[in-house]
């Protein structure tokens, strides 16, 4: 079976080994066609619920490109894949991470930092502070960890994709339940 036809092919059910030789082919054949200096690994994860996650992670001389303007290569692999996925397997529940040399993890550590520094500003002056506007992968890191906190509560603002995450006081709640609706449906 050639790429494409692989690609664009079958709709039957696959094992995750499937799932993930499908993965494989479909990234050869991109790098190859892209001629990218890349190379790749795929770790599949096992979660409770029966599902999978294919964790693939690039290293190479061309990383520097998946890493550029906030990682948008980074996104568009992981997006191409779940579509790849979900075209030829569409009962299949198996999700794909693509990361590069650690950038998923820097950047959110980044983001943290910054939730951090608001948070301790909201928490001194007792007012409303408010991050710049995010795309909803972002937000849901910030909002996860500013949950932690019963001092504070987040609410996502503003329309569209990319939206303001609003820091607050957490007023006359106690401890046990302040951390109950901080995040927000995105």
Do not use: W
């Not at 790098?31 to 619920?49: H, M, N, R, S, V």
């Not at 894949?81 to 030829?88: G, T, W, Y």
């Not at 794909?96 to 993890?105: A, E, H, N, Q, S």
Request: glycine share 8%.
């Amino acid at each position: 079976m050639g790429f494409f036809s692989k690609l664009f092919g079958g709709k039957s059910k696959g094992a995750n080994s499937e799932v993930e030789a499908l993965v494989q082919k479909t990234l050869e054949g991109i790098i190859e066609k892209a001629q990218f200096d890349l190379t790749f690994d795929i770790k599949t994860e096992k979660e409770e619920d029966g599902s999978a996650t294919l964790a693939v992670e690039f290293n190479g001389a061309d990383e520097e490109i998946l890493k550029d303007k906030k990682g948008q290569m980074l996104d568009a692999f992981q997006l191409f894949l779940k579509r790849v996925i979900q075209h030829n397997f569409p009962d299949d529940k198996t999700n794909v991470t693509v990361d590069c040399g650690g950038y998923r993890d820097e950047s959110a550590n980044a983001l943290i930092e910054r939730a951090e520094n608001l948070k301790a500003i909201c928490i001194e002056q007792g007012k409303s502070v408010y991050y710049r506007a995010l795309p909803p992968k972002d937000r849901k890191v910030v909002h996860q960890y500013l949950a932690k906190d019963p001092r504070v509560k987040s609410r996502s603002l503003g329309d569209g994709l990319y939206k303001k995450i609003k820091i607050y006081p957490a007023k006359g709640q106690s401890q046990g339940n302040a951390s109950e609706e901080t995040m927000s449906n995105d």
